[in-house]
């Protein structure tokens, strides 16, 4: 009876081991097709980040995924979405999505004990500084920085921990100043193509100033131009 | 914020130039409109709500200093 009894319990251990391999290799099934459509975009040659563009606590390893991540997605016409750490360089993640948007589904937990920075492109139809929806950031505990791959610049948004005021103040302010530079440029320079260049530079500097102007510690945001 | 997934998910989302003929249509029905504030108008609305000191030249400004003049 008792020798039944432990073999029931082994066989139920067995099963459950199984189901535990099933629901793992599930989930790991996107990731993995994620990372092969990654591995396989070209590498773009020409300027792009130098390791001292990077804040301190990036390792040069972390550099090296930056860096590919830059040259990979600098002529794609959608977003590409990593999660990574940015003491080992590891791509935690990886998330394909369209011209203007990604989302990511992840199980926090798999953050644990990392340091996580996120990275996403911003194609060059779309502006290339942070949107108010991109300081949802504040809103998420596990991630410290948010990388932003521009055409021709890498916008870094330090915010460690969550501040779910501040994210509601630059959401709206980020909308606003966008609609604001849209709308006096299309007043100032009428039908030029190019006035949206201008724009997306004016709402860079501002967004930049106001957010940098407020002196908190956890939260800036920095440009660095693509070097040669 | 679209919240989704196992236990959590985060959607990244950015804002196109308007290129179309559509999207222009509405960036000068908000200028042309009347009733909504537009333009520098709207941001030094933002300012004063806030508290804020608002530099009326600031566009120029920022025009000048980094040669955007088209």
Redesign the interface.
């Known amino acids: 009876m008792v020798i039944n009894f432990l073999n029931l319990i082994l066989i139920m251990k067995f099963k459950n081991f199984l189901i535990a391999i099933v629901v793992l290799v599930i989930l790991k099934v996107p990731f993995d097709k994620c990372m092969e459509k990654y591995d396989d975009l070209e590498l773009c040659a020409g300027p792009s980040i130098v390791p001292n563009d990077l804040p301190e606590e990036f390792s040069f390893l972390a550099f090296k995924t930056v860096d590919e991540f830059v040259r990979k997605t600098k002529n794609l016409d959608y977003e590409y979405l990593i999660y990574f750490d940015y003491c080992t360089g590891e791509i935690l993640k990886c998330f394909g999505g369209i011209e203007d948007n990604v989302v990511a589904e992840y199980d926090i937990d798999e953050f644990k004990g990392k340091h996580v920075a996120s990275l996403h492109n911003h194609p060059r139809d779309v502006f290339s500084p942070p949107s108010g929806k991109n300081f949802g950031i504040l809103l998420r505990d596990f991630e410290d920085y948010e990388l932003i791959a521009g055409y021709d610049c890498l916008w870094i948004l330090k915010a460690k921990g969550v501040d779910i005021g501040l994210n509601v103040e630059l959401k709206v302010y980020a909308d606003l100043l966008l609609d604001s530079c849209q709308e006096f440029c299309r007043k100032k320079y009428g039908d030029n193509s190019k006035a949206y260049d201008v724009c997306d530079i004016i709402y860079g500097v501002m967004l930049s100033n106001y957010l940098n102007d407020k002196n908190i510690n956890h939260i800036q945001l920095t440009k660095m131009e693509y070097k040669p | 914020?679209?919240i989704?997934?196992?236990?959590?998910?985060?959607?990244?989302?950015?804002?196109?130039?308007?290129?179309t003929p559509e999207e222009?249509k509405k960036?000068?029905e908000?200028?042309n409109d009347p009733y909504i504030l537009?333009?520098?108008d709207?941001?030094r609305a933002?300012h004063q709500w806030m508290g804020l000191d608002f530099d009326e030249d600031?566009?120029e400004k920022?025009?000048s200093d980094?040669s955007?003049e088209?």
């Open positions: 914020m679209t989704k997934g196992i236990n959590n998910g985060a959607e990244y989302s950015c804002r196109k130039k308007p290129t222009i960036i000068d908000r200028i537009s333009g520098k709207k941001l933002f600031i566009f920022i025009i980094y955007l088209l």
